[in-house]
Every structure is written in structure tokens, then in C-alpha cells.
């Protein structure tokens, strides 16, 4: 009876010697170093995030790159492509399927390329770099927007799969991960997308991906790997990775737990922060300049009509917040900064909480580059002919929410905004916050009665908000009304340092919103608080009796205000224009006086020379203030770099020590004790230096037998390392003790051995044996040993150290001829 198994019907028609049908282990393990590639990259992709508003979009383009681009890299190396044919094969994977990830606007359907998402791509090789850091965030999807992360993505997946696949070094695909990860922090803006995750996906990602990598320098060594698959090496593998695995999660938790603090003081620097803003703002006058043709000359004209103002808003036109003596005037110093708009339907990221409004603007006698809206602007949607002109024209400054179209708007223009009217705060609710820090242009030709006025105003107020009150209230109660029309006191136009003179230093302050708004934003500027004019309409409420469903804006709407910042509050407005009825008083008629005859005065007495004042020392109060804000910005600065350089001490500390160790050790055994100990201490040198490079050394053998498995390990210092085994046991156990010159003579020739076994090693293994423990646990082992017995007792008669002497020399002479140390 046969007791054979009966095949499966699977393995009757397999040959015999073949494996079954499945997956190689070697593709098995490019798929995995491919998802491990993609993963790390996708951490790279993440950081363009908040340059698109969140559209998911980009990451469609981003993480689609990163497949494609190990895709080609998987065929070049099964193909064995060249350095063309792997250039020709991206550049059209690129071109047939970029319409789709890249220029979805352009394509047809979304999908296929068309002649305007072909010109997309080959346009944006070029100029994309520059439109992205150039936009305003979100930048939107068209216009070639998505070349710059679908193009970066496409090269550092397949940069990262050649170099994994292809090159020998086993660190090599760590390049592109980086190299895709700052792109993203470059072309990104400050907002940091999920920076913890990110953060450790890198890092830890990385440490594992690479720790498993082959390193092919370990493959000529075939006795190290033998030595490493024992226990003990499985042993010391597992400690080394728990070790590293500690070492990584510390400092990751240091990380997180700095990062808050370090982000408390600074600003996250970005490419767009160094890009000069492309709009000349210039070339456009301030819109305050024309205050008061709108006043005289078209107060009864409608400018345009708004639809959706909500009762007791305003319509805002331009923020100015720079003066330079002459006109206050809108800054490219702005707190946002005024960018070109990609997408004009994302503008705000919707972090204010208020009133949300859509206002609806049909322009008539209003011609201008500054385009109404009000409050913070979410979107913007142009309506017309002219739709796309005034979009592609658009710029915008989201710290001040002020709109500028490089083409203008005229009569005829049409266009919505999505807007929010921010929360008002009364005094009570504002006296518990202060002013914020925020960095404002610096006043310029200022007369210097603004300061004067500004201290007397604010007098012993102590509180922000008491301070900004008492220069509004005396402003708008002890200041008169005039615009400078027929019929009423003559007030001169403008807001130049000559008027605000006049304004300031006349018996009766008498003028308009322009320049009332104008001398509490200098004087508030004086006093530190960041202040700066707003220029804009608003209907008089009173008289509309609520909010009509279409406003007619006239010249006569017109008006000027104030806004100050305060800390976690924003940006508070203030009117310190009096009211309209509060007419100045007209000075009474005097007498007519006669005059009299002038009479022939006699010469001044001579005057004595007026005694300068001595020349003044710095106070040493201000010397005092100078060496306090050294001391601030010195130790800010000290404070920043130690918290910075705490996860840097927990991931290199280990490392650093680990070398002090090593150099503590090497010194001590080669100056400590006598020279017998010290030629001991040589022998351990190399057995230290074969154990970091992974050869198993237990210390329980003999030198001979260490020089002998040392010699299979490393055939190339063979000879070399036998010799010093032997060198070394002659010096230990022989008659004498070894001369100094004969240890020195020893330590050349244990240097040089260690170098011909570290020389052997890669370079990235040299490096781990540098940092390894193992020759330091080995230290341990050999000093727990009781020491080596030595027949030079002082109880022995010099007449049996002889005999003993001789002996040893005849059995040393029948091992080596060399003698006692070679």
C-alpha cells in the first residue's frame, strides 16, 4: 500500500526545483520601500496646505506626483532605462496626465488635456514659481497653480526611487524626502500645517525606514554577519533599537512640548515674506487726497449703489497708514501686505466671528482703483464685461481688507463680496486688554506739535483704552465742524504738516472727518499705540430710518474714522469728528483803531553774547535703557536658542557622550598603570575596535584565539592583528616588564591595525561603530575578570626569577623569535 501524499492539482504541472507562483521576496520589498516612500513624501506634500486654502485639490496633484514618480522609477529599474529614456518617460507623463492633476481648471471635463491646460503646463515650468509665492493665500487652482507641488512631487518620487532601488548607498532616498519637505515649508505660507504629525512622520519615518535599508558594505564581511545571526547579536540588535526608538520618542516629546514656546516670540519665515510685493501702490494716490472733491464736487452724485449694508455698518475703501508729512498714505508695510489675488472667490480663511453680509456693488460716478467693500473680505465674485479684467487686476491686503484692482473700476461694474462686519466691543469690555504689538511704518516730517498736543490730550489717563478716549472725546467736543462749502466758516483742505499746524495750533480746531481722523491717528501714533486712517461711506442712518435694500452712495457720505488695535480684540474703530452742527463761533467785531503818528524810536542797548549751553553728556539713565534692551534682545535671543537646542541635546547628547567615553577609555589605557597594563590595555584597544564593527568578542578567550577569529572576520589585517596578540602576551607574561619605547613602538602598531580594520568598513558603518557600545560593555566584562596572575611576586629570590626567566625564555624563543615584544 503506497503511502505517498497525492499532488495538488496546483502542483502537477510545476517542474520540480521551481518555486510556486506568488511574490518574489524581492518585489515584496520594493513595495514596501515604495509605500514607505510615499508616505514620507506625502509629509513633504502637506506643508503646500495652507497656500491652497485647504483645497483638497493639491493634494490629488501632490500625492498623485508621488505615485507617478515611483511608478517611473519601478519601470526604469525593471526596464533598465537610461538617463533619456527615464527623462523622455517623465516629461510626458507629465504632459499627458498634468492636465488632469495640475490644470483641472483648463482641462476638458477635468480630464483631458486641451490646448489651455497644455500651455498651462509648459508655461508653468517657468513662471508658476513665481506666480505661487506672488498670490495672495489661497491661491487658488487656476492659472497654473498646481504645477508647482505636482512638479516637485513628480521628481522627488522618482529621485527617491532610483536612488533607493539603484544606488548603493543605503541613505541616498533620505535626499528628495527632505528636499520635497522644505519645498513645502518654502513655497507655504506661516501657517504650520499639522506640525507635530508632520514632524514625527519625518523624523520617525525616516529613522525606520532607513534603519531596515541593506547596507551593502556589511556584504563582503561575511564572518560579521555570521557573528551577528547568534543570539547575543539578536540580543544586542533588539537593545540598540529600543535604544534608538527612546532616544526618538524623547525628543519628539521634547519637541512638542518647546515648540509652543518657541513659537510664542517668533514669526515663521517663508519664499513670500522675501518676494517684493509686484503692485507699486505708488502709481495710485491716496485715496484721502481727494477727501474733499468728493465733499464739494459730488455731494449729491451717486457714486454707486450697495445692496445687503446691514444698519449701522459702513463701507470701507481704503486703510492708510503711513504719513510722510505731506499725505497719509496707504503702505506696502501693511499688516497683511497687499498680494496678487489667484482666486478671488477664497480670500479669508474665516477666522473672524461677526456679522456675515454679502454686498452687492453697481458702480456709477465712481472711478478709482480702490474698490468699496466693508469689514473683513471673504470673497469676491465681478460680475460684466469687465469680470475677468478686474479679477486678474485684483490685489489684496488681508490686514487691512482693503481691495486694489490694477485696472480700476468704472461706471457700469458690477460685483459681490462676501464680507463680515467684526463684533463691537464698548469701553468696559476694552479696558481689560492692552494695545497690540504690531509693527507700523515709521511717521515721517511730523510737526512736532502733534507729541505736544498728544501728552496734553491724553493727560493722566493710565488705562489703553482711556488713553485713546481722551484724544477722541477733546478732538470731537472741543473742535468745530467745517468742510470748507459756501456759506460756511473757510476751512483749508488737506492733511499735510502745515495744516495739522493749523489745526492744532489755532484758537478754535476747526475742519472735517479728514483731517480730525488725521491728527488723533499721529498723536495716537506718538503715544505707541498702532493706529492708522480709514476711508470710506456711510449713509446717515438717522435720516434712512433703517436698512433699505438699496443705498445710494453720494459724495456727501463720505468720511474719515480711526482704528486702533488691541491685543485679542483687532482693529476698534474711533470717530473723533465733531459733529456737523458744531459750527465754530465767529470771532466778534473789534473797533476800528486810529492810528497814531510813529515816532523815531532810539537803538537797542547792546545785548551781551548769549552763553551757550555745554555740551551734554549721554544720561546715564538712557545708557542705562540702552544696556536693558541689549540685555532683552541678547537673552531672547539666548532663551530661543536653548529651547531650540534642547531636542538637538536629547537626539546628539547620546552620541557625544558616547565619544568622550570612548576617548576617556583610550587615554586611560594607554597612560594607566605600568607597561605591562599598558601594553594589555592595546590588545583591548583592537578587541574595542573589531567589536564596534560588529564582530562578536566575549572576552573569554585567549589572544591567540581572538587574533585567529579576528583574522577570519578581517583577512586584510590578518597577519598584522596575530602578531600583536602574541606581542602582547610576551609582554604580559614574560621576564621583564616591557621598556617605554617598546610600548610606544606597541601603540603605533595597535593604531595601525585599527585603522586597516575601520578601513575595511563603509562609511556609514564606520560611523556606527563610532557611536556602538559594544566596546564599551566589553571594557566591563574584561575589568569584572580577576586579574591576570604575575610571576614577579617580591617574595621570590632573584635566583628563581632566573631560572623562571630562562625557562620562559626557551619556551617563548621555540613559539616566536621574534622576542619579548617583537
Known amino acids: 500500500m503506497s503511502t505517498e501524499t497525492p499532488l495538488r492539482p496546483r502542483e502537477r504541472n510545476r517542474q520540480p526545483g521551481t518555486r510556486p507562483a506568488g511574490i518574489s521576496p524581492a518585489l515584496l520589498r520594493r513595495l514596501l520601500e515604495a509605500a514607505a516612500l510615499a508616505v514620507l513624501l506625502a509629509a513633504g506634500v502637506l506643508g503646500f496646505g495652507p497656500g491652497f486654502g485647504g483645497d483638497p485639490r493639491y493634494l490629488a496633484a501632490g500625492l498623485g506626483g508621488v505615485v507617478l514618480g515611483l511608478l517611473l522609477a519601478g519601470a526604469a529599474v525593471a526596464r533598465h532605462w537610461g538617463l533619456w529614456t527615464t527623462a523622455g518617460a517623465m516629461a510626458g507623463t507629465y504632459l499627458l496626465l498634468g492636465s488632469a492633476l495640475a490644470a483641472p481648471v483648463e482641462a476638458a471635463g477635468g480630464v483631458l488635456p486641451t490646448f489651455s491646460s497644455l500651455r498651462v503646463l509648459v508655461l508653468g515650468v517657468v513662471f508658476a514659481w513665481k506666480d505661487l509665492l506672488t498670490v495672495a493665500p489661497p491661491v487658488g487652482t487656476a492659472g497654473g497653480m498646481l504645477v508647482v507641488p505636482f512638479l516637485l512631487s513628480l521628481l522627488a518620487g522618482l529621485a527617491a526611487g532610483l536612488l533607493c532601488w539603484r544606488a548603493r548607498g543605503a541613505y541616498w532616498p533620505a535626499l528628495p524626502v527632505l528636499a520635497l519637505f522644505a519645498a513645502g ?427 551757550l549751553p555745554p555740551d551734554t553728556a549721554a544720561d546715564p539713565q538712557d545708557a542705562d535703557e540702552k544696556e536693558e534692551d541689549l540685555w532683552e534682545s541678547v537673552s531672547g535671543f539666548l532663551r530661543i536658542l536653548g529651547l531650540a537646542s534642547l531636542p538637538l541635546l536629547v537626539l546628539f547628547g547620546p552620541l557625544l557622550l558616547i565619544l568622550l567615553l570612548k576617548r576617556r577609555l583610550r587615554k586611560k589605557r594607554r597612560t594607566a598603570g605600568g607597561t605591562a597594563q599598558r601594553v594589555a590595555g592595546g590588545w583591548r584597544e583592537v578587541l574595542g575596535a573589531a567589536a564596534d564593527l560588529g564582530v562578536a568578542v566575549s572576552g573569554r578567550r585567549t589572544r591567540r584565539e581572538d587574533a585567529a577569529a579576528l583574522g577570519r572576520a578581517f583577512p586584510v589585517g590578518a597577519v598584522a592583528t596575530a602578531a600583536l596578540a602574541r606581542r602582547a602576551d610576551a609582554g604580559i607574561f614574560g621576564p621583564g616588564d616591557p621598556s617605554e619605547e617598546e610600548v610606544r613602538s606597541y601603540w603605533d602598531d595597535v593604531e595601525s591595525v585599527r585603522v586597516s580594520l575601520t578601513g575595511t568598513a563603509g562609511f556609514w558603518q564606520r560611523q556606527r561603530a563610532r557611536y556602538s557600545l559594544r566596546s564599551l560593555r566589553l571594557e566591563n566584562r574584561l575589568s569584572a575578570r580577576p586579574r591576570e596572575p604575575r610571576p614577579r611576586a617580591a617574595g621570590i629570590s632573584r635566583r628563581m626569577r632566573r631560572a623562571g626567566a630562562k625557562v620562559t625564555r626557551r619556551t617563548g624563543a621555540a613559539q616566536d623569535r621574534q622576542g619579548p615584544l617583537g
Request: hydrophobic share 40%; aromatic share 8%.
Open 185 to 611: 515649508i518654502a513655497f507655504g505660507t506661516k501657517e504650520v500645517p499639522l506640525p507635530g504629525l508632520r514632524a514625527l512622520l519625518l523624523a520617525a519615518g525616516l529613522l525606520v525606514f532607513l534603519s531596515y535599508r541593506p547596507n551593502q558594505a556589511q556584504a563582503a564581511l561575511a564572518a560579521p554577519q555570521a557573528a551577528l545571526s547568534s543570539a547575543p547579536a539578536k540580543a544586542a540588535r533588539l537593545r540598540r533599537r529600543l535604544y534608538g526608538g527612546a532616544v526618538v520618542a524623547a525628543a519628539a516629546a521634547l519637541s512638542l512640548a518647546v515648540s509652543p514656546l518657541l513659537g510664542a516670540d517668533t514669526e515663521r519665515k517663508v519664499l513670500r515674506d522675501a518676494v517684493e510685493p509686484p503692485v507699486d501702490l505708488f502709481n495710485f494716490p491716496s485715496p484721502l487726497t481727494d477727501f474733499r472733491r468728493y465733499v464739494k464736487d459730488n455731494a449729491d452724485t451717486t457714486l454707486f449703489t450697495v445692496q445687503g449694508l446691514p444698519e449701522g455698518q459702513r463701507v470701507r475703501l481704503a486703510v492708510m497708514d503711513a504719513y510722510d508729512g505731506v499725505v497719509y498714505n496707504v503702505s506696502g508695510q501693511a499688516a497683511g501686505g497687499f498680494a496678487r489675488v489667484g482666486d478671488a472667490g477664497t480670500l479669508g480663511a474665516g477666522g473672524e466671528s461677526g456679522t456675515e453680509a454679502t454686498l452687492q456693488f453697481q458702480i456709477q460716478d465712481y472711478n478709482g482703483a480702490w474698490l468699496p467693500s466693508g469689514g473683513e473680505v471673504r470673497a469676491l465674485r465681478p460680475a460684466g464685461e469687465r469680470a475677468r479684467e478686474i479679477a486678474g487686476g485684483l490685489y489684496h491686503d488681508a490686514g487691512s481688507g482693503t481691495l486694489l484692482s490694477t485696472s480700476g473700476v468704472r461706471s457700469g461694474d458690477s460685483y459681490e463680496t462676501a464680507v463680515v462686519f467684526p463684533e463691537e466691543y464698548d469701553d468696559a469690555q476694552l479696558a481689560q486688554y492692552g494695545f497690540a504689538r504690531t509693527a507700523m511704518p515709521r511717521l515721517q516730517q511730523d510737526p512736532p506739535i502733534i507729541g505736544a498736543k498728544a501728552a496734553e490730550f491724553a493727560g493722566e489717563a493710565t488705562t489703553p483704552i482711556q488713553r485713546v478716549r481722551q484724544l477722541q472725546q477733546i478732538l470731537a467736543t472741543e473742535g468745530y465742524f467745517s468742510n470748507g462749502k459756501d456759506g460756511q466758516t473757510p476751512s483749508m483742505p488737506g492733511h499735510g504738516a502745515a495744516r495739522m499746524v493749523s489745526l492744532l495750533d489755532a484758537e478754535q480746531m476747526v475742519g472735517d472727518d479728514e483731517q480730525y481722523a488725521v491728527a488723533m491717528a499721529l498723536m495716537a501714533r506718538k503715544l505707541g499705540i498702532p493706529a492708522r486712517v480709514v476711508m470710506g461711506f456711510y449713509p446717515d442712518w438717522d435720516e434712512l430710518g433703517g436698512a433699505p435694500g438699496k443705498i445710494d452712495i453720494t459724495g456727501d457720505d463720505v468720511h474719515a474714522w480711526v482704528e486702533v488695535e488691541f491685543e485679542r480684540v483687532g482693529w476698534v474703530p474711533f470717530f473723533p469728528t465733531p459733529d456737523e452742527d458744531n459750527e465754530p463761533v465767529p470771532p466778534q467785531q473789534q473797533p476800528k483803531s486810529t492810528p497814531k503818528p510813529q515816532v523815531l524810536q532810539p537803538p537797542p542797548p547792546p545785548q551781551e553774547p548769549a552763553e
